[in-house]
T-cell receptor, first 115, second 114 residues
Framework: AQTVTQSQPEMSVQEAETVTLSCTYDTSESDYYLFWYKQPPSRQMILVIRQEAYKQQNATENRFSVNFQKAAKSFSLKISDSQLGDAAMYFCAYRRVGNTDKLIFGTGTRLQVFP | GAVVSQHPSRVICKSGTSVKIECRSLDFQATTMFWYRQFPKQSLMLMATSNEGSKATYEQGVEKDKFLINHASLTLSTLTVTSAHPEDSSFYIC??????????FGDGTRLSIL
């Protein structure tokens, strides 16, 4: 069975600095998707970034980028130039390629941003 | 971007009441919709997956007679918590997806049973 592990329950960063959130996963599939979702205090789930496993190039979205290491089954999220609005729970998620396949979430990392 | 509307956002009701939560995809046809439950400071727990026009697939441990899911169209799914009790109080979130596109989430429903 596929699993997603986030080993950092809490992280903190100073405003304008860079922080990296860790995520590892376990799967026997060769093709799949990986995601980072953000859940601010409003509890809305917001898609931050998406990576397709067959693509070697790391995904980037403005200040957010990932370090995807397929062999190591690692998918970390780097947030550059951190802003106060980045404070939230961050969930790493995995999904097999398939129309009805479900997201498997990690336990989440709470990110605090200090001014 | 894709929008998923979930209604109501907050429900407070007496024990024994049945509560219906709606989830709509506003600008795309959702081939699959998902219902999650989230306890405080925990991750999302998948309750069931539903495809339009077919019965929902429930996760292990989720009572299908307690949590009725209807996916009547490509833009609407409903979750009905039947005869709700205080232990059913939680945050419920729906999400919708078209094919292999990313999932988009509703804003959630905070259910409180007195």
């Amino acid at each position: 069975a596929q699993t997603v592990t986030q080993s950092q329950p809490e992280m903190s960063v100073q405003e304008a600095e860079t922080v990296t959130l860790s995520c590892t996963y376990d799967t026997s599939e060769s093709d799949y998707y990986l995601f980072w979702y953000k859940q601010p205090p409003s509890r809305q789930m917001i898609l931050v970034i998406r990576q397709e496993a067959y693509k070697q190039q790391n995904a980037t979205e403005n200040r957010f980028s990932v370090n995807f290491q397929k062999a190591a089954k690692s998918f970390s999220l780097k947030i550059s130039d951190s802003q106060l609005g980045d404070a939230a729970m961050y969930f790493c998620a995995y999904r097999r390629v398939g129309n009805t396949d479900k997201l498997i979430f990690g336990t989440g990392t709470r990110l605090q941003v200090f001014p | 971007g894709a929008v998923v509307s979930q209604h109501p956002s907050r429900v407070i009701c007496k024990s024994g009441t049945s509560v219906k939560i709606e989830c709509r995809s506003l600008d795309f046809q959702a081939t699959t919709m998902f219902w999650y439950r989230q306890f405080p400071k925990q991750s999302l727990m998948l309750m069931a997956t539903s495809n339009e026009g077919s019965k929902a697939t429930y996760e292990q441990g989720v009572e299908k007679d307690k949590f009725l899911i209807n996916h009547a169209s490509l833009t609407l799914s409903t979750l009905t918590v039947t005869s709700a009790h205080p232990e059913d109080s939680s945050f419920y979130i729906c999400s919708a997806r078209k094919g292999n596109q990313p999932q988009h989430f509703g804003d959630g429903t905070r259910l409180s049973i007195l």
